[in-house]
């Protein structure tokens, strides 16, 4: 099955600045790569996602960049808030039927 | 719009007690149904996947089974827990127009003690 790695497990970064989190996967078959937020004591949720057809995708404050040949992909957040603060995970699935999960990043934003 | 409900929203049993944790499904029919499990330092870990009723799929081999009676019902179980069966479990279903989003229930945070 597919592996998924995500680096790092814990993030601490100044309100403004940015944050980047990065992932490799193993499939090459892998085609769609999301990303979820999960708030302490919540379920993920869905915040950007990217098929590989594109190499980057962007949404105000959010960007993933993926790497098809390198077998890696990345979130960046710009401008970070407090409220940015939250459990990111990110994810490769490649027949929509299953998605396989990295082990999590923790991000606080200090304010 | 498609909702899921799972229960109870925590627990706490003895090792060795049996287990049963429920999830339906509202606002779809015939939904790929999914069980992961999350647990400290191990990020999101699938544990079975059902593209149908009866029709269950493990990824990993343990001490936990899962069913499908019917259509928009997906249990997990297990005859004897262990301490390690401790954590988060999610039910969770692939949504959207492309049926691309994993959306997940609010979750069951088991202990077992």
């Known amino acids: 099955g597919e592996n998924v790695e995500q680096h790092p497990s814990t993030l601490s970064v100044q309100e403004g600045d940015s944050a980047v989190i990065k992932c490799t996967y193993s499939d090459s078959a892998s085609n769609y790569f999301p990303w979820y937020k999960q708030e302490l004591g919540k379920r993920p949720q869905l915040i950007i996602d990217?098929?590989?057809?594109?190499g980057e995708k962007k949404d105000q404050r959010i960007a993933v960049t993926l790497n098809k040949t390198a077998k890696h992909f990345s979130l960046h957040i710009t401008e970070t808030q407090p409220e940015d603060s939250a459990v990111y995970f990110c994810?490769?699935?490649?027949?929509?039927?299953?998605?396989?999960f990295g082990t999590g990043t923790s991000l606080t934003v200090i304010p | 719009s498609q909702t899921i409900h799972q229960w109870p929203a925590t627990l706490v049993q003895p090792v060795g007690s049996p287990l049963s944790l429920e999830c339906t499904v509202e606002g779809t029919s015939n939904p790929n149904l999914y069980w992961y499990r999350q647990a400290a330092g191990r990020g999101l870990q699938l544990l079975f996947y059902?593209?149908?009723?009866?029709?269950i799929s493990s990824e990993v081999p343990q001490n936990l089974s899962a069913s499908r009676p019917q259509d928009r019902q997906f249990i997990l179980s297990s005859k004897k827990l262990l301490l390690s069966d401790s954590g988060f479990y999610l039910c969770a279903i692939v949504r959207g127009s492309k049926n691309t989003e994993a959306f997940f229930g609010q979750g069951t945070r088991l202990t077992v003690v």
């Open positions: 990217i098929r590989s057809n594109v």
């Open positions: 059902s593209i149908g009723i009866g029709q």
């Open positions: 994810a490769a699935s490649r027949a929509r039927n299953q998605f396989y």
